[in-house]
């Protein structure tokens, strides 16, 4: 089973414009959907609630661990794969996510890896896994529509 899930999308837009959707907190919430309470900043840690129909109760928690401009944007975030027991509960396991942008002759290719899977152990590592894998397939969409939007 892997540790680690990888999505990669071009974007036909600048790395600029998709750097600004990621790193302002506003507008990572528009297209992520979810209502983040600060901004982001290395070192510390970012809450709030997300946004997206059905999902509205369900709290966000992560810590930013870099952001180098242009480039590289990452945090932690906890391990629950939307599991309503392990966020009620809150889990000890985090896995790391990083955007990392390229410029490409069209625009910007993002990858986004989410990594550190094996840290969570079994059933829920499998299940975890497999809605990740889902929701970054969408959120790259999303992302593309905001900022080519």
Not at 13 to 39: C, M, R, S, T
Not at 47 to 61: D, I, K, L, R
């Amino acid at each position: 089973m892997p540790d680690h899930i990888i999505k990669t999308i071009d974007i036909a837009a600048p790395i600029a414009k998709v750097w600004d959707a990621l790193i302002d907190h506003e507008k990572f919430g528009a297209w992520f959907l979810v209502a983040l309470d600060q901004p982001f900043a290395v070192g510390q840690g970012s809450t709030g609630h997300m946004t997206y129909p059905g999902y509205e109760h369900f709290p966000w928690q992560s810590r930013t661990v870099a952001i180098e401009p242009m480039t590289r944007f990452a945090f932690e975030w906890p391990a629950t794969g939307g599991d309503e027991d392990a966020i009620r509960n809150g889990v000890p396991e985090w896995t790391l996510v990083e955007f990392r942008l390229e410029p490409t002759a069209g625009g910007t290719r993002l990858t986004v890896t989410e990594s550190g899977f094996d840290h969570v152990p079994e059933p829920r590592r499998a299940s975890v896994l497999r809605s990740n894998d889902g929701g970054w397939a969408e959120q790259v969409q999303n992302i593309r529509r905001y900022v080519e939007g």
